[in-house]
């Protein structure tokens, strides 16, 4: 079982919609979540951190369950700017290495 | 505020050429990373180092070696170069642990041909 996993998508949804993703991780030890964004050809950029109280950041939002070993992301008011490739990377734990998930492939159309 | 800064940007290599990816981080960071990346796969982590003068295999070190140069600097060679190595390769860097951001370089894309 891979350490943290991710729906690939990808996720078609028109502008204005509200998408989700979740990620799962398999190291309950482990302490930060995080999601990037990686645009075509770019390198990964952070997007958000992700605490267990969950966080909000305009219409970005995160979550963190820790029972179930998830997070989420949800987007709302979708734009077409928003098209990219989310990842869901969680460190710590006992490790030096941040592992990232695959990533989940977003889509937005006209 | 250059952040991490790799070379080249674009490469191509024939079967068996070695060549060194370098990469440097201007933020003091004790951890440094390099991660190829091919579509469908995600990132795939090669080597990292968690402080100067250490050193870890990572998921995929077969072909590459690397030198961590000093607190600044974090090479990856490929001795001989092979088309299974064609990808897209990413240095990355964080304070530590990593339990904090990673920042990432611009990629060096790779054809071995």
């Known amino acids: 079982r891979k350490e943290v996993e991710q729906d690939p998508g990808p996720f078609n949804v028109p502008e204005g919609a509200t998408v989700a993703f979740n990620c799962t991780y398999s190291?309950?030890?482990?302490?930060?979540f995080f999601w990037y964004r990686q645009d075509c050809r770019k390198e990964p950029k952070l997007l958000m951190s992700?605490?267990?109280s969950g966080n909000e950041d305009g219409r970005f939002t995160a979550q963190l369950n820790r029972a179930s070993q998830y997070i989420s992301l949800l987007i709302r008011d979708s734009k077409l700017s928003d098209s990219a490739t989310y990842l869901c990377?969680?460190?710590?734990?006992?490790?030096?290495?941040?592992?990232f998930g695959r990533g989940t492939s977003l889509i937005v159309h006209p | 505020n250059a952040g991490v800064t790799q070379t080249p940007k674009f490469q191509v290599l024939k079967t068996g050429q070695s060549m060194t990816l370098q990469c440097a981080q201007d933020m003091n960071h004790n951890s440094m990373y390099w991660y190829r990346q091919d579509p469908g796969m995600g990132l795939r982590l090669i080597y990292y180092?968690?402080?100067?003068?250490?050193?870890d295999k990572g998921e995929v070190p077969n072909g590459y070696n690397v030198s961590r140069l000093n607190k600044r600097e974090f090479s990856l060679r490929l001795e001989s170069a092979a088309p299974s190595q064609t990808s897209v390769y990413f240095c990355?860097?964080?304070?530590?642990?990593?339990?904090?951001?990673?920042?990432f370089g611009q990629g060096t894309r790779l054809t071995v041909v």
């Open positions: 190291n309950s030890a482990s302490q930060s």
């Open positions: 990355a860097s964080s304070e530590g642990s990593g339990t904090t951001e990673a920042f």
């Open positions: 990377v969680v460190g710590g734990g006992g490790s030096y290495i941040p592992t």
């Open positions: 992700v605490y267990s």
């Open positions: 180092s968690a402080s100067e003068g250490t050193t």
